[in-house]
């Protein structure tokens, strides 16, 4: 599976982005795909995760109540919603896959990774 993330940018606090996660591949409905980011000096964060179906989902506290995750498998696209961005929401966001739910909010436990978007919220 070969994933590309887009839709990053820059925003003023309180604003909204769309993340994409474009996936190549006729498997990608039988992935668990997560977002993680990660800030300069930090390491890389979870931040949801979203089962092959789209039945579970999952985030972390921090962006619980501003982000949704989607999928649509038709178009082999796992999407972010950004909502009410704030300046700690600044990162490189990366999107990731694996068939493993048990492992899909640890960095080490995905199998495929896309190239980073960058997000930047300006306050």
């Known amino acids: 599976v070969q994933l590309q993330a887009s839709g990053g940018g820059l925003v003023q606090v309180g604003g909204s982005l769309r993340l994409s996660c474009a996936a190549s591949?006729?498997?990608?409905?039988?992935?668990?795909v997560t977002w993680f980011r990660q800030a300069p000096g930090q390491e890389r964060e979870f931040v949801a995760t979203i089962t092959t179906l789209g039945t579970i989902t999952n985030y972390a506290d921090s962006v619980k109540g501003r982000f949704t995750i989607s999928r649509d498998n038709a178009k082999n696209t796992v999407y972010l919603q950004m909502k009410r961005l704030k300046p700690e929401d600044t990162a490189v966001y990366y999107c990731a896959a694996t068939r493993r739910y048990s492992s899909s909010s640890d960095p080490n436990g995905m199998d495929y990774w896309g190239k980073g978007t960058q997000v930047t919220v300006s306050s």
């Open positions: 591949g006729r498997a990608f409905s039988t992935y668990t």
